[in-house]
């Protein structure tokens, strides 16, 4: 996977793609300077809150180069914005923001730029292996520089797990043992929830057995969504569900949020951004919830799994590669750059050296939990590598609609069942695209 053929393969696999949607990009210019006397100009696509704090720094730093920063909309509508400035062969920015998730969508439009040749050959040592995977999709080619990370993390209500003498789980057996006692004692409460409205929540739970859902060799796109590994999370939920020791609503509701603070919902498997969800979600109970590991499934071998996190790319229609190369490797290695994204731009970094000296304090609502982020970088360093798609708005699509109906049905044997319809689904969109596909 990691090879120069599966660079090409996926660039053969983009051109194809463009001559099938009648895209077109504009050659790029290696070159770092804007002329003898003006500096270059760089446009910057964010959804970051107070990135142009984050940019100004570099500015003043380096008159030659200047960035401005746009704010956009994020998920689907800044994928759609940019493939749109694309297509039209003007408009676009020279540096984009783009989950993870998005990059090979973006990749096969031909939309985002090879870097490297740009990149200094030490910058991947820089970051975890998940989060450099997710820019190189196994390839020897690089798609931008990895920004933020969404390690997944245990969150619960400590003064409840007191009460009723429960043992923070380390192992998935112990979550599901933990979960009939609290169901036990008290019926109207859950130990959490199965969503089927939260397929990236599905995806990192997945990732953390070892799943990858999809993957490419030579001018071939595998995809596994139906793997043994991720088919084992699907039927390890929906015994639970069917058992009714969980609960089966979506997150993000008012009824979740209510149950957050009565505690109802005894306790949430989140990712590092959750204490932000629960600080404005459920203000009345800080102090009362700690963080824990995810449980795994073998306690001897740690793993884990993501749960959102985005890179910065460089667009393919930028006519300064290499200063905008330079600049996003400043934003997201620099010592000083990424205090400024934790600081104020409230990401977590997804540089390991970088993100320990600039994240000193525990975020407020866990203020008595010092050791908050030693559990979240032991998280972000467990996670398996994991390969997204090219359309993995369809797989997501296919999860809600497959899951939603096994999660109504409380049956443990459509769980698995709602697997192989994501599966056929993808693969089925895949090769209407026209990839070549195998799965």
């Known amino acids: 996977m990691r090879s120069k053929t599966a660079a090409k393969a996926l660039a053969t696999v983009a051109a194809a793609m463009l001559l099938a949607t009648g895209c077109s990009g504009s050659s790029t210019e290696a070159s770092g300077s804007g002329?003898?006397?003006e500096p270059v100009k760089l446009t910057y696509w964010t959804w970051t809150p107070?990135?142009?704090?984050?940019?100004?720094?570099w500015n003043e730093?380096?008159?030659?180069?200047?960035?401005t920063v746009n704010k956009q909309d994020g998920g689907d509508a800044a994928v759609t914005k940019l493939l749109t400035a694309i297509k039209a062969g003007s408009g676009a920015p020279d540096i984009m923001q783009a989950e993870y998730q998005a990059v090979p969508t973006l990749v096969a439009a031909d939309a985002l730029a090879d870097i490297?040749?740009?990149l200094d050959g030490d910058v991947a040592d820089k970051f975890p292996e998940s989060a450099w995977e997710a820019v190189t999709l196994g390839s020897d080619a690089v798609y931008g520089v990895p920004q933020d990370s969404g390690p997944m993390m245990f969150f619960y209500?400590?003064?409840?797990?007191?009460?009723?003498?429960?043992?923070?789980?380390?192992?998935?057996d112990e979550y599901a043992e933990a979960a009939r006692k609290i169901k036990a004692a008290d019926p109207s409460k859950f130990l959490g929830t199965f969503s089927a409205a939260d397929p990236g929540w599905f995806t990192g739970l997945s990732q953390q057995v070892g799943a990858?859902?999809?993957?490419?060799?030579?001018?071939?796109w595998q995809v596994d969504v139906d793997s043994e590994a991720t088919k084992k999370v699907a039927s390890y939920w929906g015994g639970l569900v069917e058992e009714g020791v969980i609960d089966n609503t979506p997150m993000y509701t008012p009824e979740w949020n209510?149950?957050?603070?009565?505690?109802?919902?005894?306790?949430w498997l989140g990712a590092v951004w959750g204490p932000g969800v629960l600080e404005g979600n459920a203000e009345s109970t800080k102090g009362k919830w700690k963080v824990a590991p995810l449980p795994n499934w073998d306690a001897a071998t740690p793993a884990n799994g993501n749960w959102g996190g985005s890179a910065t790319s460089v667009t393919s229609q930028s006519k300064h590669p290499e200063a905008a190369t330079e600049f996003i490797t400043w934003l997201n290695t620099d010592p000083e750059a990424v205090k400024l994204l934790a600081g104020t731009a409230n990401v977590y970094p997804a540089a390991t050296?970088?993100?320990?000296?600039?994240?000193?304090?525990?975020p407020a609502f866990f203020a008595d939990q010092p050791d908050f982020y030693d559990i979240a970088a032991e998280a972000a360093e467990a996670a398996n590598p994991f390969t997204y798609g090219p359309n993995v708005n369809v797989a997501y699509s296919a999860y809600k609609d497959a899951f939603g109906k096994a999660a109504e049905a409380k049956s443990a044997a459509e769980f698995p069942k709602a697997v192989e319809a994501v599966q056929e689904t993808t693969v089925e969109d895949m090769q209407n695209s026209g990839f070549n596909v195998e799965g």
């Not at 107070?50 to 720094?57: L, W």
């Not at 209500?157 to 998935?172: H, M, N, S």
């Not at 990858?212 to 071939?220: A, K, L, P, Q, R």
């Not at 209510?258 to 306790?267: E, I, K, M, P, S």
């Open 35 to 37: 002329g003898s006397d």
């Open 50 to 57: 107070n990135m142009d704090q984050v940019v100004a720094k």
């Open 61 to 67: 730093q380096n008159p030659d180069v200047q960035v």
């Open 116 to 118: 490297s040749e740009e």
């Open 157 to 172: 209500r400590a003064d409840l797990f007191e009460q009723y003498g429960i043992e923070v789980p380390t192992t998935w």
């Open 212 to 220: 990858s859902w999809w993957g490419v060799d030579g001018d071939t």
């Open 258 to 267: 209510a149950a957050l603070n009565d505690g109802t919902q005894v306790a």
């Open 353 to 362: 050296d970088a993100r320990a000296n600039a994240l000193t304090e525990p």
